[in-house]
Nanobody, 122 residues
Framework: QEQLVESGGRLVQAGGSLRLSCSASGRTFRSYAMGWFRQAPGKGREFVAAITWSGINTYYADSVKGRFTISRDNGKNMLYLQMNSLKLEDTAVYHC???????????????WGQGTQVTVSS
């Protein structure tokens, strides 16, 4: 099981951009699909994006499609989430996660990191 550590979250103005990073410590990173989910204050977890082990295929939640881009660098054991045109409703703790199998739901996630806080202000 991978140990996952997220970074890059901070306070940003609406309309701005941010790139989140996730560092994986294990040897199996390149073998698994990976993804991001988020949890806003007082709300449940929400699937954000997922990517296959090869990086060829991706899924996005409708709420972020066209604004967010997930990518990975298997040589560096890194996962990324580029977030553009940020909205107030993107405010949440973002978690990097490993998937049992590549898919667009929270049930596909097997393990995750502690998260990084993204706050979008007006």
């Amino acid at each position: 099981q991978e140990q996952l550590v997220e970074s890059g979250g901070r306070l940003v103005q609406a309309g701005g951009s941010l790139r989140l990073s996730c560092s994986a410590s294990g040897r199996t990173f390149r073998s698994y699909a990976m993804g991001w989910f988020r949890q806003a204050p007082g709300k449940g977890r929400e699937f954000v994006a997922a990517i296959t082990w090869s990086g060829i295929n991706t899924y996005y939640a409708d709420s972020v499609k066209g604004r967010f881009t997930i990518s990975r660098d298997n040589g560096k054991n890194m996962l990324y989430l580029q977030m553009n045109s940020l909205k107030l409703e993107d405010t949440a703790v973002y978690h990097c996660a490993q998937q049992y199998t590549f898919g667009p739901t929270l049930a596909d996630f097997s393990s995750w990191g502690q998260g990084t806080q993204v706050t979008v202000s007006s």
